[in-house]
């Protein structure tokens, strides 16, 4: 597969987008609290995309506006300060550990992350009410 990452980057962001929404499509921005719907919210990192061993890491992805994953850069303090309240420090400093890590995953890896997200995907999709 010539393009998996991009395949990968499009499921994990299909993922999150209905992961962290509503049956009817509606969710908050992960840093700002905005609400928005499926289509308008962005699939916001902590540890940046360019870190692959966390880039399709289920705690390393939430939705935000455009507005704070874009121009705020991924209004990352206050996503910081949120992971650590909900999920502790230890967990906070796990995800960047990992995120450091000089990792380079294997095509098979990746073909096996991407299967899952499609399952989970499919499985979301029963939930909602609402088309994509």
Do not use: P
């Not at 990452?5 to 999150?16: E, G, H, M, P, W």
């Not at 699939?43 to 939430?62: F, I, L, Q, S």
């Not at 095509?107 to 096996?112: A, D, F, P, Q, T």
């Amino acid at each position: 597969m010539k393009n998996i990452d991009k395949y990968l980057d499009n499921a994990f962001s299909i993922y999150t987008r209905l992961e962290h929404t509503d049956e009817y499509g509606i969710g908050y921005c992960y840093t700002c609290n905005k609400r928005i719907t499926y289509k308008s919210a962005e699939c916001g990192h902590y540890v940046r995309r360019k870190e692959m061993a966390t880039r399709w890491n289920v705690n390393n992805g939430k939705i935000q506006c455009n507005h704070c994953n874009c121009a705020l850069h991924g209004n990352l303090i206050e996503y910081r300060e949120r992971l650590i309240n909900e999920n502790g420090i230890d967990f906070l400093l796990d995800l960047e550990n990992q995120g450091r890590a000089n990792y380079k995953m294997s095509l098979e890896e990746k073909k096996g992350i991407l299967l899952e997200l499609r399952n989970h995907i499919r499985q979301l999709l029963k939930n909602k009410m609402f088309g994509i």
